[in-house]
């Protein structure tokens, strides 16, 4: 492993033309196209394809909360950030619709008639039998109807607050009210409370299957029952989307937890940026709710079905037939590990573990030996995103109550997670840990753990140094990569960067790690202009790079001259890539593809041949501006040579080879699915990677 030039600069020069860089948010729409190709394919299990149409419904949510709601504000000038322009705006909207139209056409067309075939019905009004409506009525009068608040709109009761994502109802009445007057708009919010996806008796079905109705279609079929007097004369459901990006004053803020506990509650009620309408909304009632939220036309979606499509998810628990899901998957435990001492296997030798192929476990055993372990006098964790129940969290709480020195670095502004990290951090001072929240303005997304235990009469350090999130749900369903170690090369360094985050001093020169927004972009810089130099030397020059979104533009620069001269660059970039790979005289040696399969591809590899030095770094960070510049982030080398081997064998060929599974993006910007030609065989990465490191149940 070579040592860093720390006196290399970081990449310079002029923007690249615009012709040379893909847009960010056509692209980050293109790997939505991508999981909706999964929900149409018909090799895919049913259910499954249910679950990847809900996924990408729930990916637009977060595109409009995050994406659109940062490009209408930079647009209005509320926002700092590089300019935007309409047009941008109106082909991400164009796309926008295309997608969530081929969305309700599988559901309608496809999904759902499949699911009836297999006793599996979702009911509107005109479907339910007598029974069934029975059923449904009296459903309705006892669980719904008691918890409804329609709000007859006038002076007295305006439009009121809409909560976002929440579901809603907007009616247009005729004749008076019952004091004379003639409000014609009553609005009405389901309640929360209630499920969105209700299960009727099985007695209930002619076939003896299984029948399911949304909420909205219980209160649609009684929604006259809650105006006696007057005649609905037309109605819909509705749900707005806001701009969901937290903002606190990070200058004028003395307790950041305080201010975000705060700011939560107004999320809620961000500035509107969709609006969704069932298919047959009246124009004068979808006019009238544009109008009230600002939402241009262009932002307005009526949808075929319902207009949370994510709630669907709820269909495809319930229903218990084996047949319709992927077959159950078990990770594996590595061997080694399964000892009573974990200290002892890993002061022998590092562990590298692949999730979820190899299980989460020993991680979480790491931390909580550590608890339990009267040797260990210190714990120290970065936590970014780990969920409302978590037993490494436990683990940590323990510890604190058993007098170790605790310090949990917590990062409150994880985007959806705030919540969660605040009752931790909470939770975690009033047992005596040491709780701090990062570095203001910079959100802490590596992913460390150091255990402090005294040996010998002396210290020695273990870390944990990870390229996923420690959530216990996310282990199981994202691909990441894990070192365990004891190599002080390592350990020493992971300290200096939690005193570094502690304190707020200088981080030490290190010399393995490589520390965003310090180094981080000019490491991965000079590593990839090492490799041109030794292609100009008429030497083999290889970069692979595997990471969830490529977009700086001095990294994509760096990238074009190194492919100019003559480096072979492999780019396995999951989601938003704005390199454009293939271009004679500028990227002809870039090859770039996306891996979409049953589990979602989030680790960060990068391999650099150095003249058969093969150096390897696993990373939290993906090739972005705000990871390299807005974050704090660690990229760590491989340095046991077996381990490396393991890196490229498993997290980075299979995905090279992969033909099922694999699209590769063309110099014209668009993605093209690779399939097995002629007599080739099919191969997945991911289904190599499970039978060969786990067990797939029937296989």
């Known amino acids: 492993m070579t040592q860093k030039n720390k ?32 929900a149409e394919d018909p090799a895919v299990p049913l259910l499954e394809r249910l679950r990847y149409l809900c996924i990408v419904s729930s990916n637009m949510d977060e595109f409009f909360e995050v994406r659109v709601a940062s490009l209408l504000a930079r647009i209005e000038g509320h926002a700092a950030g590089v300019p935007v322009s309409d047009a941008a705006l109106e082909d991400a909207s164009a796309e926008s619709h295309e997608i969530v139209e081929r969305q309700y056409a599988i559901l309608n067309g496809e999904i759902l008639p499949e699911l009836s075939r297999h006793g ?54 005729s004749g008076k009210d019952a004091f004379g007057r003639g409000t014609a708009i009553a609005i009405m919010k389901a309640p929360r409370v209630l499920p969105r996806v209700i299960r009727l008796p099985d007695a209930l079905s002619a076939d003896g299957g299984m029948s399911f109705c949304l909420l909205s279609s219980v209160i649609h079929a009684h929604i006259s029952d809650l105006f006696t007097g007057r005649e609905v004369l037309a109605y819909s459901q509705f749900r707005v989307t806001r701009d969901s990006d937290l903002w606190v004053d990070e200058e004028e803020v003395k307790n950041l937890r305080q201010a975000l506990q705060s700011e939560l509650q107004s999320r809620h009620f961000g500035f509107a940026v969709r609006l969704e309408v069932a298919r047959n909304c009246p124009p004068t009632l979808s006019n009238f709710l544009l109008n009230q939220f600002s939402i241009p036309a262009s932002r307005l979606y009526a949808v075929d079905g319902p207009v949370n499509m994510t709630r669907l998810l709820a269909l495809a628990d319930a229903v218990d037939q084996p047949a319709l899901r992927f077959p159950p998957f078990t990770p594996s435990y590595p061997p ?102 990062g570095v203001v303005g910079l959100k802490t997304h590596a992913k460390l753990a150091l255990v402090i235990r005294r040996e010998g009469g002396e210290l020695k350090q273990y870390a944990h140094l990870g390229t996923g999130n420690y959530h216990p749900t996310t282990t199981k369903l994202y691909t990441d990569f894990g070192l365990l170690t004891a190599n002080p090369l390592l350990t020493t360094e992971v300290n200096e960067v939690f005193i570094h985050l502690t304190s707020l001093t200088k981080p030490k020169n290190l010399q393995y790690l490589w520390l965003a927004p310090f180094d981080l972009q000019r490491e991965m810089i000079r590593a990839i202009r090492n490799e041109a130099r030794i292609a100009r030397l008429g030497r083999p020059g290889h970069i692979i790079a595997k990471m969830n979104a490529l977009v700086d533009e001095s990294v994509i620069r760096a990238l074009y001259a190194a492919s100019s001269d003559g480096v072979k660059i492999d780019l396995i970039v999951r989601g938003a890539c704005s390199l454009r790979p293939g271009v004679p005289g500028l990227s002809k040696n870039i090859r770039v593809r ?58 980075l060929e299979p995905y090279l080879k992969d033909n099922a599974n694999a699209w590769e993006l063309a110099a014209d910007g668009r993605y093209r699915r690779r399939r097995a030609r002629g007599k080739q065989p099919a191969f997945s990465a991911q289904q190599y990677l499970m039978k060969t490191l786990g067990k797939i149940s029937g296989k």
Do not use: C
């Open 120 to 173: 599996v019905h979702l009911l509107r009004d005109q479907d339910r039998n007598e029974a069934q409506r029975a059923w449904v009525k009296s459903y309705f009068d006892r669980e719904v109807r008691p918890l409804l608040t329609p709000i007859g709109l006038d002076p007295a009761h305006p439009f009121p607050q809409v909560v976002n994502k929440s579901l809603n109802f907007i009616v247009e009445l």
């Open 336 to 437: 080694a590990l399964d000892a009573a001492d974990i200290f002892a296997v890993l002061r022998k030798k590092d562990m590298l573990l692949h999730h979820p192929f190899q299980s989460f476990v020993p991680v979480l055993e790491f931390v909580r030996s550590a608890a339990h372990d009267p040797n260990v006098v210190a714990i120290k964790q970065t936590i970014y995103r780990t969920g409302m129940n978590s037993l490494l969290m436990e683990s940590l709480i323990l510890a604190a109550q058993r007098g170790k020195e605790v310090t949990v670095i917590v990062e409150l502004m994880a985007r959806f997670d705030e919540e969660a990290n605040i009752n931790w951090a909470d939770r975690l001072e009033r047992v005596g840990a040491q709780v701090v929240y």
């Open 7 to 38: 006196a290399t600069p970081a990449a310079t020069g002029e923007k690249l033309p615009p012709d040379v860089i893909l847009n960010r948010e056509l692209s980050q729409l293109a790997f939505n196209r991508r999981v909706l190709a999964q």
């Open 594 to 651: 996306s891996i979409v399969g049953r589990f979602l591809e989030h680790s960060r590899i990068f391999y650099f041949r150095n003249d058969l030095a093969h150096d390897v770094y696993l990373s939290s960070a993906d090739w972005m501006n705000r990871n390299l510049f807005r974050r704090i982030e660690v990229a760590f080398p491989v340095l046991d040579r077996a381990l490396k081997r393991r890196v490229l064998k498993e997290g």
